[in-house]
């Protein structure tokens, strides 16, 4: 059983920057494969960065040079760095767990936050 407590996240003017925190619980020492979605209104949820066992990113092209998803495993914590934010990036953000890689990167992951949310104004 894994839960995710999600942080950070805010309201920025374009070109600003925040942080999305995502603290990990589990009850196993078993190894997940770990991303960043977001949901903007009106659209389908979308995968924005996963970043694999061995500490490998994968990112969307919207986002690469712009986010970095990393983690802190002393601190069982995963970031998502965003930089140059773009109103287009105004969404509700979630971090997902999954033991499969292949679950996740089709957008299917077991384990949720709760979401949080970005804002980018003009």
């Known amino acids: 059983e894994v839960q995710l407590v999600q942080s950070g996240g805010g309201s920025v003017q374009a070109g600003g920057s925040l942080r999305l925190s995502c603290a990990v619980s589990?009850?196993?020492?078993?190894?997940?494969?770990m991303g960043w979605f977001r949901q903007a209104p009106g659209k389908e949820r979308e995968k924005v960065a996963l970043?694999?066992?061995?500490?490998?990113?994968i990112y969307e092209d919207s986002v690469k040079a712009r986010f970095t998803i990393s983690q802190d495993n002393a601190k069982n914590t995963l970031y998502l760095q965003m930089n140059a934010l773009k109103p287009e990036d105004t969404a509700m953000y979630y971090c997902?767990?999954?033991?499969?890689?292949?679950?996740?990167?089709?957008?299917?992951?077991?384990?949720w936050g709760q979401g949080t949310q970005v804002t980018v104004s003009s």
């Open positions: 997902a767990a999954d033991l499969s890689i292949l679950d996740i990167f089709l957008g299917k992951p077991k384990y």
């Open positions: 589990r009850s196993t020492d078993r190894s997940y494969v």
């Open positions: 970043i694999e066992r061995d500490g490998t990113p």
